[in-house]
Structures are given as structure tokens and as C-alpha cells.
């Protein structure tokens, strides 16, 4: 029986037949040289609040809400590229990187399960989508390219400019793809081996080792530099991702390994005790980790309360000051084009840093699917005012804009495949819970 067949026949013990395989990035991208198993030893407990913001319970989706699907579907009807089923990262640049079209197929999935699109268009998409991702050449033979012209599919720079060999994976990515790619293996059996043909394709080991995640970059010798990836939040949930495959992230995984807490609008937030100037790499507390980790897994004991801080520390920023706050990291449309809007990075609250560590305080924004994010997992009346904060970013035909500037309130006239396709996930997860466990959470049926 070929290997297709076999992912097709035993999908519920899919997690040992891709670990048999054993045989990523755009701004997501957080690298430093560590070495593996170089862990902090002195763990913080993960205490838990007492007055922990609500989880809100699932809920038939209204009528705005089947409208702001209908808006965020859009930016990928607009964004498709016919030929080769990919989307483009951004409107109308025909670019990706792994862990946009891993928000596409989250993004196609999320449709799909509301009913906003029907089954023939949804096996059309991903079928197209799923035979491109096993073809795309690897950089080093090894992994996906950070970077892919969505028409031509060559492997390029960030600037789209076509690179032979390629600038190296994204472990983080990659993380993120295999999301989507699990659901299709336990839950829809037509593409079940696609999605299995594409997982055995990749040399996942050259990313992993002592349960830690390695991406890879071109150093300026042209040789091949593999570097240990991801922060606080990130690190967490490719590494939950990755653990679904039956592969060892598990030192990943931990959220106290390197834990430490700053104090921020009066909440303790967990922030990643590595520093930037040891470790060169940004330490950067964002909303997004925890929303994918929500929508997607369902919150542990430890990234609900988490996700509960970071929450609450921009709703009494708020209450402080009265300037609205939902922040993350987003597309800009000025220079220098992609912020991470923080609640806490390198030392500072409220700090916003481009990818090269400069700040820029005038150009923080709302972000558009921070406030979805945050809206379907707690819905309260804060949550409330940001969804009416972010309404103006609504476009005719290319979605959601990514956010509001907040010195002046003008909208960050950028689209991109990841703000809607969090979006979508943010609408499937009001209706059913998690895309991966709801499964699991069905009471009450026979």
C-alpha cells in the first residue's frame, strides 16, 4: 500500500507516520545563535489570576459577523493566483512567505466551516494549493524557501527578486503550516494524502534538535547558518504545532524555561528574559501567539492566563489614558513597512520596533485583527469598542485593512492574506471553538 494510501487509511494515527518521516521568514522571523539545550534554569511558576477574564462560549454567528467573513474573503478572492493556487502575502504583490499560505489554507478552512463558501469551491482551492506546496522547490534541498513568487513559484528575496538557492527556512513557518496540514489529515480524508505528501517531503530534522527549533539564513560567506528561532509566545506555539506530528519540540514547548515578568499598565506580563543585546534578537510581547493559540488549540491553564494579561494590560491602558489599544505586529503603509506594535519589548512598554530595533511611537496602530482576535475570545464591552474601532478599515474589495493609526486615527491602508485569514479563524472559532480540538468538545451529541 503506498504511502498516500496509508495516511488516507490510518489518519487517526497520522502523528507516527509523519514522526517515521522525520523526512521556515517574513517579519515573524526571530533569530539568534543559541545552542540548543542553553536553557535558564532559574523558572518562574505561572501563577494564576484571580479575577481571569471569561472565555467566551460558542455561539451561532450573527449577521455582522457572516458580513465580516464575507469582507475578509474577499482579500483572497482578489489575491488568488490561478495558476498555482498560492495567495499573495500582501494586496496585490505577488509574494508569500510559508506562513501566509499556511493562514490562506487556515483561512480557506475557517470558510469552509461557516458555510461561506461552498465544498466544490473549497476542494477546488485546496487541491490547487496543496499540489504547489509539494512541488515548491527547498532551500538546501531541506525545507520551504522564507520567500516564493506566488505566479512563477522561484524561490526570492523579500524584495521578490528571484534567488536560486533560496535565503534560507523559517522554522516558525513552517511550524505554522503544519497546522492546517494536520486538520487535513484527521478531519478531511480527500486531502488527507496531499497534505501527507507534502509533510513527507520535508526534512523536518534539519529544524529540530533537543526539542528546539532551528531556522536557517545565507550568512555573508554564502554558507548556510542554522540559528535557534522564536520568543516567548511564538516559541510556544510553533512548537504545539510541531508536537502534533509525533516531533520532539517538546524544550520549545515550555513557557517558564526562559520566563520573566515586567510590569505594564499594572499587570505582571510574562516577557522573554533573553535580552537583545545577549542574545540579538528582539524580545517583542505581542497579542497574535496568543489569538492563534486560542482560535486554533484552545488555551491551557498557562497561555489562558497569559493571554489574560496581555489582554488586560491594553484594555487598562485604556481605562488610563483613553487611547484604544489592541496591538500586534502589522504591514504598514509607510515606511518601514512592517511594526511590531507591543506591549512590551527591549526594556520598553507600549514599544514600537521595526525589524532592524528602531522605534517608531507616531506610527503605532490598532490592529485590525488584534481586535477580532481579542473580541471572539472574550467578547466584553472593551472588546466591543475596539470592533467598533476598527470598522473603518472595511475596503470594497481586498478585506480588512490592517488597523488604525493611533496618533490620528487614519487607517493603515495596507491588506494582507494574514490579518483576514485571522480574521476568518476568529469567525469559525466564535461559531464552533478551536479548529483543532472543537472535535474533541462537542457535548451533548450522539
Not at 196 to 206: C, H, P, R, T
Not at 264 to 272: T, W
Request: net charge negative.
Amino acid at each position: 500500500m503506498s504511502f498516500r494510501q496509508n495516511i488516507i487509511k490510518a489518519r487517526s494515527h497520522i502523528a507516527f507516520c509523519i514522526g517515521l518521516c522525520l523526512a521556515a521568514s517574513f517579519a515573524l522571523n526571530m533569530e539568534t545563535g543559541i545552542a540548543a539545550g542553553m536553557r535558564n534554569g532559574d523558572a518562574h511558576k505561572i501563577a494564576q489570576s484571580d479575577d481571569q477574564t471569561e472565555i467566551a462560549t460558542t455561539a451561532k454567528l450573527k449577521d455582522v459577523d457572516l458580513e465580516h467573513a464575507r469582507v475578509a474573503w474577499a482579500y483572497f478572492e482578489q489575491n488568488l493566483q490561478p495558476e498555482t493556487g498560492l495567495v499573495n502575502s500582501v494586496n496585490n504583490f505577488p509574494s508569500t512567505t510559508i506562513w501566509d499560505q499556511a493562514s490562506y489554507l487556515l483561512g480557506l478552512i475557517s470558510a469552509q466551516r461557516i458555510g461561506l463558501i461552498d465544498q466544490t469551491i473549497f476542494d477546488e482551492r485546496m487541491s490547487k494549493n496543496l499540489t504547489t506546496l509539494a512541488n515548491l522547490p527547498l532551500f538546501d534541498g531541506k525545507l520551504p524557501n522564507k520567500v516564493y513568487d506566488t505566479r512563477t513559484l522561484d524561490m526570492t528575496n523579500y524584495a521578490n527578486k528571484p534567488v536560486e538557492r533560496g535565503i534560507g527556512w523559517s522554522a516558525l513557518d513552517i511550524a505554522r503550516i503544519t497546522v492546517p496540514l494536520n486538520i487535513l489529515l484527521f478531519d478531511y480524508p480527500e486531502h488527507a494524502g496531499a497534505a501527507g505528501e507534502i509533510l513527507s517531503n520535508w526534512d523536518f530534522s534539519a529544524m529540530l534538535d533537543g526539542g528546539t527549533m532551528y531556522g536557517a539564513r545565507v550568512d555573508e560567506n554564502g554558507d548556510t547558518e542554522i540559528v535557534q528561532e522564536g520568543r516567548l509566545g511564538y516559541e510556544e506555539y510553533g512548537a504545539r504545532a510541531v508536537n502534533l506530528l509525533g516531533l520532539d519540540a517538546m524544550t520549545a514547548a515550555k513557557y517558564d524555561d526562559y520566563l520573566d515578568y515586567a510590569r505594564v499598565a499594572g499587570q505582571s506580563i510574562a516577557i522573554d528574559s533573553r535580552s537583545f543585546s545577549e542574545f540579538d534578537a528582539h524580545n517583542y510581547v505581542v497579542s497574535e501567539p496568543y489569538i492563534l493559540t486560542a482560535v486554533e488549540f484552545g488555551l491551557d491553564s498557562e497561555s489562558q492566563e497569559l493571554a489574560h494579561r496581555i489582554y488586560t494590560a491594553q484594555h487598562e491602558r485604556f481605562n488610563r489614558s483613553g487611547i484604544i489599544t489592541a496591538v500586534s505586529e502589522d504591514n504598514i503603509d509607510q515606511e518601514p513597512y512592517f511594526l511590531y506594535n507591543t506591549v512590551y519589548a527591549n526594556g520598553v512598554a507600549w514599544n514600537a520596533l521595526a525589524e532592524d530595533g528602531s522605534e517608531h511611537p507616531e506610527k503605532r496602530t490598532v490592529s485590525t485583527k488584534a481586535a477580532f482576535g481579542w473580541d471572539a475570545i472574550y467578547a466584553t464591552e472593551y472588546t466591543s469598542e475596539l470592533m467598533d474601532h476598527v470598522a473603518i478599515t472595511k475596503t470594497d474589495n481586498s478585506g480588512y485593512a490592517s488597523g488604525v493609526y493611533e496618533i490620528d486615527g487614519r487607517v493603515n491602508d495596507i491588506t494582507t492574506a494574514n490579518t483576514n485569514a485571522i480574521i476568518l479563524e476568529t469567525l469559525q472559532y466564535k461559531a464552533n471553538g478551536p479548529l483543532l480540538t472543537a472535535r474533541f468538545q462537542r457535548k451533548g451529541k450522539s
